[in-house]
């Protein structure tokens, strides 16, 4: 019937989910906020009319491919932290290559910028797996500080290179380049839902496919899970790592350059990296790197986002209670111990009374 | 501008930007040397400086002089309340130290950001404070000829502070009992347990440390260099002193030398522009330094960096 493992999987992070809003609530009671309101007006934040889904739709797409990224060097046993540094080159790319080359007829620009945009990330992650593969270099370290440089360098390109003296933001892309279109944003009442989403669930569906159904899926869950007996069995630990970190940056990469040609429109100077980047770690834990249920965890983590904006506008509840119960939740999903201890406990409870009813039956017959 | 008092800012802008990262990368070793990771101590920093900033917006008229340096320890205290959370997680709930870490970071912009909402009117910062930490002029030392000038003038008194601590915190780890098991359960806790040392309890140890002085570094960047409290106070100083503490091979005396070469390269951009025949060069140089040398160093000098054995690695005692 039940299998133990299979729902704990389902269980810990709806459990995690349940359990992160009800810490969320119980600090707006201590702080006289009404959560029921609250909790109300994120709902239909969220999701009440086109324009609300557009808009939370749009906020998925960099979530569901930082996550990916995230995945994918976490499948193969690494922590790359570096997503965020990836998303923000990745976008510098893309707008850098639609300004550059405006002549370029519509459709060739924006693949073009789509794949400047995912290799810019890609080459940059290359380097920690690089690094890490040859030098045994600690990939946590390389990428904090692949982030870093990559954070100072767009800032001094975009100031140098992308804007007029004086000004912080790069012009426009022209509208052939730009992911949105009159007809989505008929659709979705002038949100800014772009093309770039159903881009990040095909890739999503790759992802599934390239860990499941191919060989170097498998080779990178396999030194995930075991370095030393994968390169027992012959395969090639060096490239695997590589492959892993390269693939994760150019996710992340992606994620930019769609946020930066349908979101953004244009790049600016900055004052922090990007958020996305952490957020996409927290999506990808929550769903425990399983690429379908990423798209689950963005669409929960981007209607908080999303939601969480009309939180303030509808109370004086600050937004950053949002944060709480993102936070919450992924605090719930690590200790998922304490959670399978009690389904464990639950279910065997189950099974002794079942145990115990059978035998009183016995009895009787 | 004369090459002694050149000297003297470059001195004193390189200690007052270590000392965060002094503090901050000897919790983190105390707490890797028990085996429990901490990529959560940007979030330790966060509450210290959020703490502390509140203490002296609140408390100034009632300690005076004394509130910036009480504060310190109000940070410090914070920050070891909020590592309860990972040290939980991680030693008695088998968290993956990461994602526990993770936790951490998320949670204290969070709650911190959306308490200073709460106390100041909606605000996402605090006013400034009033006197921060300052500079110190040593008494009788700043009288030697250039080195006095250089080093002991206007400079950081709580950056010597957190030299010392670096060494103290040597001495603690390599030459004394306690240090001794804490750093066994870091590296081989079953060993550990079946001497009769508490597995359980060194590691709550090594963690709590790591958030005292996580908190107390996150207070002294509040009380030094922002001198207030919001989201952007803390942006990335705690993910520095965590690579200082890999740096510095997870060795107090490493972490200590290693912190001092991050807040060298970080008061490059700012010195940059007095210095001559480095006038000249762009300042992304100056901004990237730290992060391209550090992976250079790291690269070239050290290769596969060591770990204590057990970190990371969740104990799970057979009953």
Not at chain 1, 193 to 212: C, D, K, P, S, T
Request: charged share 10%.
């Amino acid at each position: 019937m039940f299998n133990k493992t299979k729902l704990s999987a389902i269980a810990v992070p709806v459990m995690s989910v349940i359990a992160g809003f009800i810490v969320g609530a119980i600090v707006m009671l201590i702080f006289g906020y009404n959560p029921i309101v609250n909790y109300g007006s994120l709902f239909s934040g969220a999701f009440s009319g086109a324009y609300s889904i557009g808009e939370t739709l749009r906020d998925m797409t960099p979530l569901i491919l930082t996550a990916l990224g995230f995945a994918v060097s976490s499948k193969a046993g690494f922590f790359n932290i570096g997503g965020s540094g990836q998303y923000l080159l990745g976008w510098f790319a893309a707008i850098l290559v639609t300004l550059k080359f405006h002549t370029l007829p519509g459709l060739v620009l924006i693949i073009f910028a789509i794949l400047a945009a995912a290799l810019a990330g890609g080459l940059w992650s290359g380097i920690a797996g690089y690094l890490r593969a040859y030098f045994g270099t600690s990939e946590v370290i390389t990428t904090i500080m692949l982030n870093y440089i990559a954070f100072y360098f767009v800032n001094f390109a975009v100031k140098n290179w992308l804007t007029a003296k004086g000004e912080d933001s790069s012009a426009n892309i022209p509208s052939k380049a730009s992911l949105r279109t009159p007809f989505l944003e008929n659709l979705t009442q002038n949100s800014t839902f772009h093309w770039g989403f159903f881009i990040a669930l095909l890739v999503a569906v790759i992802v599934w496919f390239y860990f499941n159904k191919t060989n170097s899926g498998f080779e990178l869950r396999s030194v995930g899970t075991n370095e030393a007996a994968s390169r027992y069995a012959g395969m090639s630990v060096k490239k695997t790592i590589i492959v892993a970190m390269f693939v994760s940056g150019i996710l992340a990469g992606l994620a930019g350059g769609l946020d930066g040609l349908g979101n953004y429109q244009n790049i600016s100077v900055s004052n922090s990296l990007p958020q996305v980047g952490y957020d996409g770690m927290a999506v990808a834990l929550l769903a425990a790197n399983n690429p379908l249920g990423i798209l689950l965890a963005a669409l929960l983590f981007a209607a908080l986002s999303i939601g969480g904006l009309s939180i303030s506008v509808f109370s004086t509840t600050p937004t950053e209670i949002v944060s709480i119960v993102t936070a919450s939740i992924i605090f719930f999903v690590g200790i998922k111990y304490a959670f399978e201890y009690l389904i464990n406990k639950f279910l065997t409870k189950k099974e002794l009374i079942k145990k115990l009813n059978s035998a009183k039956g016995d009895k009787k017959a | 501008m004369s090459f002694t008092t050149l000297l003297m800012t470059v001195f004193s802008t390189t200690l007052i930007y270590a000392a965060p990262l002094i503090f901050t990368a000897l919790g983190g070793t105390f707490s890797e040397r028990s085996g429990i990771v901490n990529v959560g101590l940007e979030g330790m920093m966060v509450v210290g400086a959020f703490s502390s900033s509140v203490f002296t917006l609140s408390f100034y008229n009632m300690f005076g002089n004394a509130t910036t340096w009480i504060s310190l320890l109000v940070g410090a205290i914070f920050g070891l309340i909020f590592s309860i959370l990972h040290a939980v997680a991680t030693i008695n709930l088998r968290a993956d130290h990461i994602i526990s870490g993770t936790v951490l970071n998320l949670m204290a912009p969070a709650l911190c950001v959306f308490l200073t909402r709460v106390l100041y009117n909606q605000k996402g910062q605090t006013p400034i404070i009033k006197q921060g930490l300052g500079t110190y002029t040593f008494p009788v030392l700043s009288k030697i000829p250039i080195i006095g000038k250089a080093l002991f003038t206007q400079t950081s008194l709580i950056a010597y502070f957190a030299i010392l601590l670096g060494i103290v915190s040597w001495y603690f780890l390599y030459r004394t009992n306690i240090g001794l098991r804490l750093r066994s359960v870091g590296e081989n806790p079953v060993a550990a347990d079946t001497l009769g040392i508490n597995v359980y309890k060194y590691r709550y140890l090594g963690v709590l440390m790591s958030g005292f002085l996580g908190g107390f570094g996150g207070a002294v960047m509040a009380q030094s260099i922002t001198l207030n409290f919001s989201a952007s106070t803390i942006s990335g100083q705690g993910f520095m002193a965590l690579a200082a503490m890999i740096f510095g091979k997870w060795n107090p005396l490493g972490a200590t030398g290693a912190a001092l070469f991050f807040g060298l390269a970080q008061s490059l951009p700012i010195v940059g522009g007095y210095i001559p025949f480095l006038a000249h060069v762009n300042s992304f140089w100056f901004q990237a330094a730290p992060y391209i040398i550090t992976i250079v160093v790291l690269v070239i000098f050290f290769g596969k960096a060591v770990a204590p054995a057990a970190d990371g690695v969740n104990y799970i005692k057979n009953k």
